[in-house]
């Protein structure tokens, strides 16, 4: 899950690094959690950027300390399926295919899977199989880009 407290304590110490970050997510039990803190720039990521960055954050976390207990922190590229957690980051991708799930039901489902139409500070929308589905920006549990792979199995194209 997204964790926008996590998010904004890290940003200022990973964007003085010269990344944004895309993402940051908690998983597991209490007793091993893992911290997940997806990066991008755009020139793109290495895997020296992700160490670099790996280091920035762990100082900020062992200083801070906001999370009880162990936890294995990774950092890495979002990728081609990259999560949209931020407003800019569903304004970038209108006109793609998009997977989300909601928190509570929009229109009897709390999964989609459609073309990213339209985004608002509150709101984004979907085409789904011709079927248009409004949903609160609140309301999403977890959003990502949907590849479009064309060519071969390696390649991806953005195609609007």
Do not use: W
């Not at 990213?116 to 929308?125: A, P």
Request: aromatic share 6%; charged share 25%; glycine share 8%.
């Amino acid at each position: 899950m997204f964790d926008k407290g996590l998010c904004n304590l890290l940003e200022p110490g990973v964007n003085a690094l010269g990344f944004e970050i895309i993402a940051v997510e908690l998983t597991g039990p209490a007793n091993s959690t893992v911290v997940r803190v997806y990066i991008d720039r755009p020139e793109g990521i290495t895997v020296d950027d992700c160490a670099r960055v790996s280091a920035q954050i762990s100082a900020i976390l062992d200083v801070e300390d906001p999370i009880s207990g162990s936890f294995t922190l990774e950092v890495s590229s979002p990728g081609f399926d990259r999560p949209l957690c931020k407003v800019s980051h569903f304004e970038a991708v209108v006109g793609h295919r998009v997977k989300l799930q909601t928190r509570a039901q929009v229109s009897g489902r709390k999964r989609f899977t459609g073309t990213l139409t339209g985004v608002s500070d509150e709101f984004v929308s979907l085409d789904v199989d011709g079927e248009r589905h409004q949903v609160s920006i609140d309301n999403i549990l977890k959003a990502r880009l949907v590849p479009d792979y064309k060519g071969g199995a390696n390649q991806l194209t953005m195609t609007n």
